[in-house]
């Protein structure tokens, strides 16, 4: 059997003409040459058996219903043709919705397969009750529509997935040499190559936005006269500065306006690339419970920052540093159940042996370091990793959120480096604040005016999820970050998307021993 048939399927049941088109660049990894239909085993079909005769049947109307919605599964990132290849009826297109169903529910991959740790609290959903009721109600389409996370960032990376995968499609993009760097009002060739980019992103205006906005203002505006000028002549203009700042703030650079090496590296990400990083965010919203905790604390640890929502409203937004390259903070949920005034840190084997044992004595007296039980342990005080408090977790893996005294890193565009564990910004604030809405904020005044180690247990746990999203919305815009853990890969293999491009990682120099 032809292997393009996969394609020849996804594109024959989209009824978008611009999205087949995008489907056949950003979510197909090869070239349409014909329109052979091909099935695939269950086991090859991302962990989804196919199961046994339901006893359900289906009408004309209920069978549209399911063909239609799984033509809309680029809509989630989906490729088509992991549900539903050829024109089958009855049991064989049932299973094919109950597939789809589930996918939408709780996702396509199970994220316990494909990482050696995630013990984050799952979508949970009984697609077979569910398509059952639909078919007595005669609602199957909007029953299989609500099923995918109905939150607004949901639908945001679903709407810049279809934008960027329309992108894709046309395939216009050009490398930019990335071997020096552009500064505002320089000169440079690769100027024009920028401004394109940046239009095709929704940085800059296309031609047509502006002829329609200078139409309606009855005269070219200074904006289309500048940004025409510095075209014309290669010029980085001001008008283009701002949007390149737009830009950078958007892809965790360094928002200057320089278009330096890590700008240009992510001007060069291809809109397939970000279709992808999009598909793949959507299939990490579909794993996770839909009615979260009120109370909690969110960590993105692609993006090295936290949220922490109360009662169900967003109170605070916090930088974190957190797990280096090879070092990834785990994705995780577990609570913090008490508070650590002037934390003391017993060094982990694996951290002694390699950073602790080539010390000096006098380094490590200098340093608080001494010697319990076999094991290095640095007492409280000003130079503890751990600095003045702990947010202690209940976890298997030993992670925790905690302060430090590297105050410094905070200030840096990428703050993956930690041994794991996340450094939170303004620590000791921030447990105020907890141990206040607690009602322990005595207790944990008088704790932190101790010299030693003291534990203040919180009346209500606050659950902690280490997340991991390289695409996210901030609540206004989509944001992009660079795939430093690698994970993308294996959930981008397990819904059947091309390879991504190949990235080089740069491995930082730990700012210090700290967990």
Request: glycine share 6%; hydrophobic share 35%.
């Amino acid at each position: 059997m032809d292997p393009m048939a996969h394609a020849c399927v996804a594109l024959s049941m989209t009824k978008n003409r611009s999205l087949r088109g995008a489907l056949a660049a950003a979510l197909l990894s090869t070239t349409l040459a014909s329109c052979n239909f091909v099935s695939k085993s269950s086991e090859q079909s991302g962990g989804h058996p196919v199961a046994e005769a339901s006893g359900m049947t289906l009408d004309q109307k209920a069978e549209k219903q399911i063909r239609d919605a799984i033509a809309q599964a680029p809509m989630h990132g989906l490729k088509p043709d992991l549900f539903l290849k050829g024109n089958v009826t009855g049991e064989a297109l049932l299973q094919a919705g109950l597939k789809y169903a589930s996918a939408l529910a709780t996702g396509y991959s199970d994220p316990k397969k494909l990482f050696e740790v995630y013990t984050i609290s799952r979508a949970s959903s009984d697609v077979r009750a569910g398509m059952q009721q639909a078919i007595q109600k005669g609602n199957v389409g909007e029953w299989l529509s609500s099923l995918a996370p109905q939150t607004p960032e949901y639908k945001a990376l679903s709407q810049a997935f279809v934008r960027y995968a329309k992108l894709a499609g046309q395939g216009t993009a050009q490398q930019i040499a990335s071997d020096t760097a552009i500064k505002p009002g320089q000169s440079d060739e690769r100027v024009t190559k920028i401004a394109a980019v940046l239009r095709a992103g929704g940085y800059l205006p296309d031609d047509q936005q502006q002829t329609a906005a200078d139409q309606k203002n009855g005269q070219q505006s200074s904006q289309t006269n500048a940004l025409q000028h510095g075209a014309a002549n290669n010029t980085y203009l001001p008008e283009m500065v701002l949007a390149v700042k737009q830009f950078q703030a958007d892809s965790g650079v360094k928002s200057d306006g320089v278009l330096g090496k890590d700008t240009l590296t992510a001007l060069n990400t291809g809109a397939a690339s970000r279709a992808r990083q999009l598909a793949v965010a959507m299939e990490r919203l579909r794993w996770l419970q839909r009615e979260p905790a009120k109370t909690r604390i969110d960590v993105n640890t692609a993006a090295s920052f936290l949220d922490y929502y109360r009662d169900g409203q967003h109170v605070d937004h916090r930088k974190v540093i957190n797990g280096e390259p090879d070092k990834p903070t785990p994705q995780l949920q577990a609570p913090i159940y008490r508070l650590v005034a002037k934390p003391t840190w017993t060094v982990p084997k694996g951290i002694a042996e390699k950073e602790l044992t080539d010390k000096g004595n006098a380094w490590l007296k200098n340093n608080d370091f001494v010697m319990k039980d076999g094991y290095y342990v640095q007492q409280s005080g000003p130079k503890s990793a751990l600095g003045l408090v702990k947010f202690d977790m209940q976890d298997d893996e030993a992670i925790y959120l905690h302060d430090t005294p590297a105050k410094s890193v905070f200030a840096q565009d990428d703050r993956h480096r930690s041994h794991g564990c996340v450094r939170v910004e303004n620590a000791v604030q921030f447990a105020t604040a907890l141990a206040q809405q607690e009602g322990v904020l005595d207790p944990f005044k008088q704790a932190m005016q101790k010299n030693d180690q003291s534990f203040v247990k919180l009346p209500n746990e606050i659950p902690v999820r280490l997340l991991y999203q390289t695409a996210f919305w901030d609540g206004s815009r989509i944001q992009f970050r660079r795939d430093l853990y690698g994970w993308d890969e294996n959930v981008a293999k397990a819904l059947d998307l091309a390879p991504g491009e190949p990235q080089k990682i740069d491995q930082p120099e730990s700012s210090d021993i700290g967990p």
